[in-house]
């Protein structure tokens, strides 16, 4: 756990991602008390040599090439494009491993969507490469296609894709960084929601689960979202996961390969030390993002941004979130649910009340943080959706913060956290 950036350490300019951009704010005559960032570590000088190594010598496990055996079927679950992880770089020392065994038709790579929409070829081309999706069978998560192998003992049903069911051996790339209800991302979540079926998301993201008080980024020990996937990884047969940790700048830090709680947890430890910004109090004006592009994309998506910024933030204190949004609010359901209802007390009740409902679990936690605060939004979306969502649009990041400066007054106490949901941030001494 490192000291956030303060005083006279604090640089006249910062830089917001915004998109595939960034928006340049000055710092001069406000009152910031902190800017909260990662630590910054370099990327690896050769990521394809620490790639190869990495699966020679995994976490609890033996190499890969000697987990699999000659004519198995492999399905390899790769990440959507609402993540930053570089499948395109992964992919290719994977499948260098697994010719060694098997033959390249009988392996399948899936697009671990969960209940996102499915990417065209174009999408497919650019999140994992022109040669792959021309030389693999590569298919989109059908939450119509899935099969109940069980029950978790949070009652939640194992209904898993049925392609990889029916696989011999099971691999998952993946990301890791700070979720804000499953702890961390990364490891199980590319079974449980990624190719998991609509009920099954319901129970594990239910109203009683993201209420859970240790439901929250950067838990994993009693986080029942997170057992709860993890039960159904195993039930499933995950058996081996490649896992990044990625900077700012998206270069690859560490290679986490191996055992798919072991090898996960592991890397949660590492983002853990890379995230962690100890503050002493809560501040009166939060500015942040949502990590850029691909982030970033839509409204859905920022709400993890404004999740963690809601926890540092002072009840009746003012949240200032810059997300371009490019491609709209994300789920017509998610739209709908919040502008059907007046205030975020009654987004919660309904939620609570007719579960299961759209993608709930997004609206239960933007309501939650708007119960104590005003959030100004800075993005490309039509000020109508911004006010339906119950958030107030501005067009410019200064004009908000001014506007947040004549509410709350010229002496409020703000921090930035310049890539919102990638920081970890712990309040005490």
């Known amino acids: ?36 960032e990662t630590q910054f570590v370099s990327g690896l000088k050769d990521e394809l040599a620490a790639l190869s190594k990495s699966l020679m010598t995994p976490t609890a496990s033996v190499p890969l090439v000697d987990r699999i055996h000659n004519g198995d079927k492999v399905v390899i679950i790769v990440t959507d494009n609402t993540h930053p992880c570089p499948d395109n770089r992964l992919l290719p020392p994977i499948i260098t491993a697994l010719e060694q065994k098997v033959r390249r038709e009988d392996i399948t790579i899936i697009v671990a969507l969960g209940l996102h929409p499915p990417l065209d070829k174009s999408m497919l081309e650019n999140k994992l490469g022109k040669n792959i999706v021309d030389n693999y069978c590569v298919l989109n998560h059908d939450v119509n296609r899935t099969c109940n192998i069980g029950y978790t003992t949070y009652g939640t049903p194992a209904d898993i894709n049925e392609t990889v069911l029916d696989a011999d051996f099971r691999l998952a790339t993946g990301f890791i960084e700070p979720h804000f209800f499953a702890g961390f991302s990364g490891g199980r979540k590319s079974i449980a929601p990624g190719v998991f079926s609509v009920r099954a998301t319901y129970n594990n993201h239910s109203y009683q689960m993201i209420d859970h008080p240790k439901a929250r980024a950067g838990v994993l020990a009693g986080n029942p979202v ?67 592009a691909p982030l970033d994309l839509n409204l859905y998506q920022t709400c993890k941004g404004i999740d963690m910024a809601s926890q540092i933030t002072r ?89 947040a400066r004549t509410v709350l ?21």
Not at 5 to 27: A, D, F, R, T
Not at 349 to 363: F, K, S, Y
Request: glycine share 8%; net charge negative.
């Open 1 to 36: 756990m490192r000291e956030n950036v303060s005083g006279s350490e604090l640089p006249q300019w910062i830089n917001l991602p915004y998109g595939n951009s960034h928006l340049k704010v000055s710092l001069v005559d406000l009152n910031i008390v902190c800017v909260l």
């Open 226 to 292: 997170h057992e709860d996937m993890v039960e159904q990884a195993r039930l499933a047969g995950l058996d081996f996961i490649v896992n990044v940790v990625l900077n700012k700048e998206k270069q690859i830090t560490h290679v986490l390969s191996g055992d798919p709680v072991i090898a996960h947890e592991a890397g949660c430890e590492i983002v853990r030390s890379i995230a962690g910004v100890r503050i002493n109090q809560k501040f009166d004006i939060v500015i942040t993002t949502n990590s850029g």
């Open 315 to 403: 009840d009746g204190g003012i949240i200032i979130v810059a997300a371009a949004c490019n491609t709209g609010v994300g789920p017509t359901q998610f739209h709908d649910l919040h502008a059907s209802c007046l205030t975020p007390k009654e987004v919660l009740q309904r939620i609570r009340h007719e579960e299961p409902i759209g993608v709930q679990w997004q609206n239960q936690l933007l309501a939650r943080a708007q119960l104590g605060h005003d959030i100004y939004l800075v993005s490309d979306l039509q000020p109508k959706t911004v006010k339906d969502m119950m958030l107030v649009p501005f067009s410019t990041i200064e004009e908000a913060i001014s506007e």
């Open 409 to 429: 007054g010229k002496k409020a106490e703000i921090a930035i956290i310049p890539e919102g949901p990638l920081v970890l941030p712990t309040l005490g001494t």
